[in-house]
């Protein structure tokens, strides 16, 4: 096996055929994807594949970059990696689907809606049921955001308003990390973005359309969304890569360039630096350099 990995070192796509039949350890003879070329402006760097001893999706990085937690299929098994060391350890919990980081603990919601945190400690406590509704926090405006009848409304001091028209089916409001912008998706149109009127303001909120695109997750800047561009031949993904888009300007840019390689589910970490993603039931750990201001 060693012999015949050795012979495909040249080739991208069979190098990381050849990884995933026989893993290595974090870091070691991983698939590397390569970065766009966007003038030098912006480039992925340092790119690990995170031994995961079996087949991984949709991970998330810790807000400080040294952890990455992960999914096998399905959602049946939630596990975090540490980088620095390479070990590994199961998150027990009902579905690993809509978990994510808080500090260093683990955060995961039952079907039922019971959210557990699961301390980087080892100790595990129980958070009020969530009841489902995808309401938002607090934005810098105090109101928050929510998802009904394929449209988002805001919550402001009791009353509630209608923030999308009826173009499109709306939902996943997700609120910028500065709480100005609100990021949400339509079902037929793709990503669009909500600049926020300001506290006790009677101005209607602009919806600008960026464009196609999934997995769409805010950089800690809140001026760049990070997402992945996929095409589908109605079974399964035949093409993906990882773009950034300037909610400032609606420019998009791809920074992956692999037609060999399909990377989805970008996270980015606290402040910005390093994303994981995910590419063909593996998942990568990188560093971003000049992709935001």
Known sequence: MRSVCATVLLGLFSLLACDRQQPSPSGQESARPRAAALNGACALSEVQRVETSGPAIAPFLSEDGLQVAFSRPKYSELLVADMRTGSLRSVPCETSYGARFVGRDVVTRD???TRTVHGAD???????PDRGRNET???ANGCTYFQENDAVWSRCAGTVRRMTDGSDRFHSPDLSPD?????VRGLSQGLHVLDLPPAASAASPRLRKL???SAP?????????IFNLSRDDGKR????ELHLVDVRTGRSHPITDTPDIHEISPSPSGDGRRIAFEADMSVFVADLSGCTD
């Open 111 to 113: 079907r039922d809606g």
């Open 122 to 128: 080892g100790r595990v406590s129980q958070l009020a």
């Open 137 to 139: 926090g607090a934005a």
């Open 179 to 183: 709480g100005t912008r609100l990021l």
């Open 211 to 213: 464009g196609p695109g």
């Open 217 to 225: 997750r805010w950089m800690p800047d809140s001026h760049h969304v």
């Open 237 to 240: 993904i035949i093409d993906s």
